[in-house]
C-alpha cells in the first residue's frame, strides 16, 4: 500500500504563512495564484507537448487545478528559509494534483515519460510500480480504472543525511539533499468498473488509514505544469527513515 499512495510523489494550495522550523503554517486555500512563468490559457502547443509525455485529454493549467487542504512545515531546522520551504511544499503539493489527474485519467505513459518523475526503470518501479499494475490491469479486463485519492494533511520538508543518500545510491536511484516527508490518509479506493456495471476492488483504505512517505527530488520550473516538485524516488517512513520523516 506505501507504493500505491505515493507521489507523490502526492495537490497544491496556497496561501501558506509563518513555516517555522518543524512549526506548523496554516492551511492552504482552495486555490492559488497562476504562475508568472506559465501561460493564462491553454494552448494547442502545450497540449501538444503534454500528451507526446503521455497526458490525454490535455490537463488543466497550474492555476485551475483542484487542490486540497495541507499544511507544510519547515523541518530543515534552519538548513533552508521557510519561504523556500513554502515554496518546495506548493511544488510538492502541485506534483500530487497531476500525480493524481494522470490517475484519474489512467495516463500510464504519463508516469513513465519523466513528466513527473525520474523516468529511469528503476526510479518508475520505485514511485509507480504498483500504479503501473493496477492501469494495467484494467485494461487487460477491458474494465475502466477508477482512483479515489487519498487526503495530504500534512507535508514537511526534510534534510536527506549523507547516510540515506548513500543508500539511495546503492539501489541506483539518484539522490538529493532534501526530501519531502507526507502524510496521506483515507478514506481511498482503486477499483476496475467494467461496461456491465460491475466493480473489482484493487485496493482501498478506510478513513482510520494513514501511512507516512519520504519523496526526495528537487524543484523542476516546468513551463506546462508549472513549478513541481520532480521526483527522484520515495521510500517508506519507517526504520532509519522515520528519523528523517520527522512524522
Excluded at 507526446?52 to 497550474?62: D, Q, R
Excluded at 513527473?116 to 526510479?123: E, G, N, R
Excluded at 545510491?169 to 479506493?189: F, K, W
Aim: aromatic share 8%; proline share 7%; with cysteine.
Amino acid at each position: 500500500m506505501v507504493r500505491r499512495y505515493a507521489y507523490l510523489v502526492v495537490i497544491l494550495l496556497v496561501g501558506l504563512a509563518g513555516c517555522g522550523n518543524g512549526q506548523a503554517a496554516s492551511h492552504t486555500s482552495p486555490s492559488r495564484r497562476p504562475s508568472p512563468a506559465v501561460s493564462a490559457t491553454p494552448d494547442v502547443a502545450r497540449c501538444a507537448r503534454l500528451a507526446k509525455l503521455g497526458f490525454t485529454p490535455c490537463p488543466p493549467l497550474p492555476s485551475q487545478m483542484r487542490l486540497p487542504p495541507t499544511t507544510i512545515r519547515n523541518a530543515t531546522g534552519g538548513a533552508i528559509s521557510d519561504e523556500t520551504a513554502r515554496r518546495w511544499g506548493r511544488a510538492f503539493q502541485l506534483s500530487q494534483a497531476y500525480y493524481y489527474w494522470v490517475m484519474q485519467h489512467g495516463d500510464r505513459d504519463a508516469l513513465t515519460s519523466g513528466a513527473l518523475a525520474d523516468p529511469s526503470p528503476i526510479a518508475v518501479a520505485n514511485m509507480f510500480g504498483s500504479d503501473l499494475e493496477d492501469i494495467d490491469a484494467s485494461r487487460q479486463d477491458r474494465g475502466s480504472f477508477v482512483y479515489e485519492p487519498p487526503g495530504m494533511p500534512m507535508i514537511q520538508v526534510v534534510v536527506i543525511p549523507s547516510s540515506l543518500q548513500g543508500l539511495i545510491r546503492n539501489q541506483h536511484l539518484s539522490a538529493s539533499n532534501y526530501g519531502i516527508a507526507v502524510r496521506l490518509i483515507g478514506p481511498t479506493r482503486r477499483l476496475i468498473r467494467y461496461p456491465n456495471g460491475v466493480v473489482k476492488t484493487l485496493a482501498a483504505a478506510n478513513a482510520n488509514y494513514h501511512v507516512d512517505l519520504l519523496v526526495w527530488g528537487a524543484l523542476k520550473q516546468d513551463r506546462d505544469l508549472g513549478d513541481i516538485w520532480y521526483g527522484y524516488g520515495l521510500y517508506g517512513c519507517s526504520g532509519s527513515v522515520q528519523s528523517v520523516c520527522q512524522l
